[in-house]
């Protein structure tokens, strides 16, 4: 397929720049991915569109502080987006200006409460940077990094928070689960009464899901790999779920990619922890998910190629073509859609 394939108009003020006044107020586009046809909600109704035995799946990841800017020994600025923990202070990274951080190049942030040396260019133009500290790393970043913001997104979050889930925990991402923005802890409480289990798992999220699919051919796209974890709890619930009659719904494209890459051919998930580069488009066959809650994606990106093998791709483009024209927000601060 081709990725223009994927292409549809989305005028640039449909682009949420910062999150709904409430969580889960936004709106919610009910899809059914057998007929094509939409309806619309607010997110507060979801608990009208499960049933008990249901399971829902959510993306537990915390994003960490990863920008951090600072200054080399000539005085010239410096921004450090951290990408991957390589281990013993070692984290690869985006790094501005790319020509100033060459191999050797010295970088100091806070005061010299941290500093780093340039000790590696790889593929890509990211950097290896060695990290020099005193205490522990996660506690100097919670006080010198801030929030990474995708490049789409060019007003002031006030809240860091915000950018957060509710029941965000295991700290690793450098973008957040967008999905499970919507999520209320009161909302996840009335969910959880009606018989709805919920199974927590994990994707660190990196920013290659913001990176644009430049092949002509989309299978000639090569996805980042990210870390993942399903424990044993987890996928006791999600298999119980399905042994039961009940639907697994994943909350997020990033919960969706963590199941269907470990799934078993008859949809039994496995204990599991690792990476994954699962790319998921039209001709993929679903082994687990039975549901999906997900954002309002960008033209011709991974995420929407991802729901149109769920949906059928004339579907998801004729249900954008109408959030569109009836004003839905898109993307990370915007609205949702529930595809069942």
């Known amino acids: 397929m081709k990725r223009t394939d994927f292409y549809f108009d989305l ?30 909600h607010h997110f507060y109704e979801l608990p009208e569109f499960l049933r008990p035995g249901d399971c829902l799946v959510l993306n537990d990841t915390r994003v960490l502080p990863a920008r951090l800017f600072g200054r080399r020994p000539t005085g010239g600025a410096v921004e450090v987006v951290l990408l991957r923990d390589r281990g013993e202070g070692v984290w690869e990274c985006l790094t501005r200006p790319g020509r100033k951080t060459h191999v050797g190049a010295e ?101 290659g899901t913001f990176r644009p699919v ?18 044993k709890e987890a996928a006791d619930k999600i298999n119980a779920a399905h042994k039961n009659g009940g639907r697994v719904i994943a909350v997020g494209t990033t919960s969706c990619r963590t199941l269907e890459s470990r799934a078993l051919e008859d949809g039994t998930i496995p204990e599991f922890a690792g990476w994954t580069n699962i790319f998921i488009y039209p001709g993929y066959r679903f082994k687990c998910i039975d549901g999906l809650i997900t954002n309002f994606h960008l033209p011709e990106s991974t995420l929407i190629m991802l729901v149109s093998a769920f949906a059928g791709r004339e579907h998801v483009l004729a249900a954008y073509e109408t959030a569109v024209k009836e004003g839905y927000r898109f993307f990370s601060f915007g609205d949702a859609m529930l595809i069942v």
Do not use: W
């Open 214 to 231: 430049k092949a002509e051919n989309i299978e000639d796209h090569e996805m980042h790999a990210e870390y993942c974890v399903i424990t």
């Open 11 to 40: 005028p640039e003020d449909r682009i949420a720049q910062t999150p709904a006044e409430k969580r889960d107020h936004s709106r919610l586009m009910l899809l059914d991915r057998e007929s094509g046809a939409v309806a619309h």
């Open 107 to 207: 970088l100091e942030f806070g005061d010299g409460e941290l500093t780093g040396v340039v000790t590696d260019e790889i593929e890509g133009g990211n950097r290896l940077i060695q990290f020099d500290y005193r205490g522990i790393f996660l506690e100097v970043l919670e006080r010198l990094g801030q929030m990474p913001l995708p490049p789409y997104i060019h007003e002031e979050l006030k809240d860091a928070e915000r950018y957060q889930t509710v029941y965000s925990r295991a700290l690793g991402s450098a973008a957040a689960p967008t999905a499970g923005l919507h999520f209320t802890k009161e909302l996840l409480e009335r969910i959880e009464n009606m018989g709805v289990s919920l199974a927590y798992i994990t994707l660190h999220v990196g920013l």
